[in-house]
């Protein structure tokens, strides 16, 4: 399927199957705007009759249909059989350790319930997580590379387990044939020199939580006495990026319907020197903060504002990197992945302080998205192969949309809390995701355009 749009003085059309990326001009972008399948020059003529000259039209449309003939434009849609000649086990490839359920902070939209995921908060021993490092090795098939997520509640809170851990995996990896990747995700708070040389040596990849301006920032990122923490971070945050090198690391915030003007957000932090930067939409229902229909009008023009700064620093020779623009439209993630996103509870799953087995860590305290623990292995089996099954090709609302190939059907856990369904991608999200895509596409071609 074909999806036309105008960004930033472009006229854009995107090949949903193929991945091709046309920019286009007018007499074309009317054209395609009108048609869901290829297309006569009897009815392309019909449809800009008066409007351009029969000529014009002509070339417009053989230009057009030299790209139909080639599989740049309608190009034939994804079967259910081309899921079945790529889908194989790889093996397990990540574990999400839970080694806090337990937060310093109350932050008011923590998904996870302020830290302790609605069950008794708790530290993960130390041999729990030798014991999970044990598991992704055995079951881990023919891969080398396999990832370690530390995270919590507050990781900083149990770090001695951290670098137990750390240090068992590098013992074990060369014997076993394996490479291991870690990463730590952090609120900050709790950064010092120490921990901070610890994290830039031994951690692949870093996350720290901050949503943008102060203001912003403190209004919904609080300690348990109520006090804001910007300030408690911000200097900690700066050093440890700044002596990272060149290893990886996000700064990652969330936007409510109270700052709808994320767009600041995002060049705040960028203005302070972070280059790598996520902001993403609080997910939930029922609270004064959470988006609403009626704010995805706004959400979605603050995203087009973002996009032309974007374009505007990349111009002046300060970019950085903002999650949701990284599209790569040549070399991106094989089909494989595209058609079965994350790999929750099939490649991935995260691991409880009691050791207990869950697809992600959004589904972890949800005693029906249980499906085994360390000692037993996967026990439930139905589940995970309704996780498995759980692409776009098994989503009813993705099979017809332009984007499935980019976004990969969204999140399950979204749509879970959402809908009560891991199949049903929630409406607002897709909504958000498809303009980032139509963004991050626009930021490619006007960067090879200069």
Not at 296 to 303: F, G, N, S, V
Not at 395 to 416: F, I, M, T, V
Request: aromatic share 10%.
């Amino acid at each position: 399927m074909v999806h036309v749009y105008s960004m930033n003085g472009l006229n854009i059309a995107v090949d949903g199957n193929s991945g091709s990326i046309h920019v286009i001009d007018d007499a074309a972008y009317d054209l395609l705007s009108h048609f869901k399948k290829p297309f006569t020059f009897e009815q392309a003529a019909g449809k800009l009759q008066g409007k351009y000259p029969a000529d014009s039209v002509r070339e417009v449309w053989e230009e057009i249909n030299s790209l139909v003939q080639k599989s740049l434009l309608f190009s034939p849609d994804i079967q259910a059989s081309d899921w079945d000649s790529i889908s194989v086990d790889n093996g397990l490839k990540a574990l999400c350790l839970h080694v806090a359920h337990d937060c310093n902070l109350m932050c008011e939209y923590c998904f996870a319930s302020k830290g302790s995921y609605k069950v008794e908060k708790k530290l993960m021993p130390e041999e729990i997580a030798i014991k999970a490092l044990d598991f992704l090795v055995s079951h881990s098939g023919k891969r080398k590379n396999i990832e370690i997520d530390f995270f919590g509640g507050e990781p900083l809170l149990n770090f001695d387990v951290v670098k137990k851990t750390v240090e068992y995996g590098r013992k074990i990896e060369a014997p076993a044939g394996k490479k291991f990747y870690f990463t730590i995700t952090t609120n900050g708070t709790l950064l010092d020199d120490d921990n901070i040389e610890y994290i830039n040596a031994n951690m692949d990849n870093v996350v720290i939580s901050i949503d943008g301006r102060k203001t912003v920032h403190d209004a919904i990122r609080y300690d348990a006495a109520g006090q804001g923490t910007y300030d408690m971070i911000l200097g900690d945050a700066l050093r440890l990026v700044r002596s990272r090198e060149n290893k990886s690391y996000f700064i990652r915030g969330t936007f409510t319907s109270k700052n709808m003007d994320f767009s600041r957000d995002v060049m705040s932090l960028a203005s302070l020197g972070f280059d790598e930067i996520s902001i993403e939409p609080v997910v939930g229902k029922g609270e004064d903060f959470h988006i609403r229909a009626e704010h995805i009008p706004a959400i979605l023009a603050e995203y087009e504002r973002l996009a032309c700064a974007y374009v505007k620093r990349i111009k002046e020779g300060k970019p950085f990197r903002f999650y949701h623009f990284n599209v790569n439209i040549y070399n991106g993630p094989c089909l494989y992945k595209r058609i079965s996103a994350c790999g929750a509870g099939a490649e991935y799953f995260a691991v409880t302080p009691e050791g207990d087995l869950y697809p992600c860590h959004q589904f972890v305290g949800q005693q029906e998205f249980k499906m085994g623990n360390l000692d037993t292995g996967i026990k439930n089996s139905a589940l995970g192969e309704r996780f498995r099954k759980a692409n776009i090709l098994n989503k009813e609302d993705c099979r017809d949309c332009w984007a499935k190939l980019y976004c990969s059907g969204g999140c399950h856990a979204n749509s879970y809390y959402a809908d009560g369904d891991i199949l049903k991608p929630v409406e607002l999200i897709c909504a958000m995701q498809k303009k980032r895509i139509e963004c991050a596409i626009m930021i490619v071609v006007s960067s090879q355009l200069t």
